[in-house]
Every structure is written in C-alpha cells, then in structure tokens.
C-alpha cells in the first residue's frame, strides 16, 4: 500500500463513521479523525464549511484519501483508492 494523507471526518455517534474507522485500522491504514460533533461550536461551524468544500451535502464519514473524496461507507473504493487487496 502507499502511503498517503488519508483523513476522516466522522460524527462520534454514527455507525458507518465507526465502521469506516475499524476498517481502517484493520487494514493497518494510519489516517487522522476528527469527530465532528465533538467540538467547541465555533471549531466545529469552521470546520463543517471546509468540509461542505469537497462534499456540499456535508454527509458523513467524509473520507478524503491524498485527492479522493469517498462519502459514506463504502469498503470495495477504500480498498481500490488505497490498493488494497
């Protein structure tokens, strides 16, 4: 697999942000989260409009992988836009 910046932007309390991180992991696929609803209002307004950037109906997990952006859960484009197998 190569490497690249792989970052979720995930809600805490939603089961395919969660699923997404688990898959993840297990693919041992080092990627940075945050979990939106988590923060301070004021962090969280900023972030959701750069989030509405590459995905305009801000729905989650939003996984960006180097210039992919793949929104919701979706197991077989991770593994091909990451390699894989």
């Keep these: 697999m190569k490497e690249c910046d792989v970052k979720l932007y995930a809600l805490s309390t939603c089961i395919h942000c969660k699923n997404t991180k688990e898959f993840l ?9 945050v979990d939106v609803d988590t923060l301070e209002a004021e962090q969280r307004k ?29 197991k077989d484009e991770i593994k091909e836009i990451l390699g894989i197998k």
């Design 25 to 33: 992991t297990q693919c041992g696929v080092n990627y940075d989260c």
């Design 46 to 74: 900023k972030l959701l409009e750069e989030i509405r950037k590459i995905n305009p109906e801000c729905a989650f997990p939003t996984l960006v992988i180097g210039d992919k952006v793949i929104v919701g859960f979706k």
